[in-house]
């Protein structure tokens, strides 16, 4: 596997979002058992409520990391510049961390921001190997 050698750090940052969606599972469902809410049942939608933002973080997170794993394997397989793809895929990581800590924190601007940081990753992930085509 000498060709994903120069990309580690783009298969770590996958490996970390993992991570990521662990920790966000299970600040959701803690929280969801100390606010005793019943499984099944729909979450009152209000910001003021962590029940409520952490859940809504992990489906963030969920909407768009089918985006990054499809423009990660593009880019590789498209032999991409190592080195800005490892860059573009970090740019992504610390933007979904950081929308993940605003979303619980409730910092509303901090939270799209960092959610902005997140899509500049995609977008430079998929620009990184669309270059490689032209």
């Known amino acids: ?14 490996g970390l979002s993992g991570l990521t969606f662990f920790v966000q599972l299970l600040v959701a469902d803690i929280v969801a058992i100390k606010s005793r809410h019943i499984p099944g049942y729909p979450i009152e939608p ?13 489906s963030n997170t969920n909407e768009s990391v089918a985006i990054f794993i499809l423009l ?3 880019s590789i397989l498209s032999s ?12 992504y990581f610390v933007g979904r961390v950081g929308h993940m800590l605003c979303y619980y924190s409730n910092l509303k601007l901090l939270r799209s921001i960092s959610f902005g940081v997140s899509l500049l990753g995609l977008a430079a992930i998929f620009i990184v190997g669309i270059v490689r085509w032209f």
């Open 72 to 74: 990660v394997c593009f």
């Open 1 to 14: 596997m000498e060709f994903i050698e120069p990309y580690k750090i783009t298969v770590l940052v996958m």
């Open 80 to 91: 991409a510049n190592a080195n800005l793809l490892n860059i573009s895929a970090i740019v």
């Open 46 to 58: 209000n910001h003021n409520d962590l029940h409520f933002r952490s859940t809504r973080a992990l």
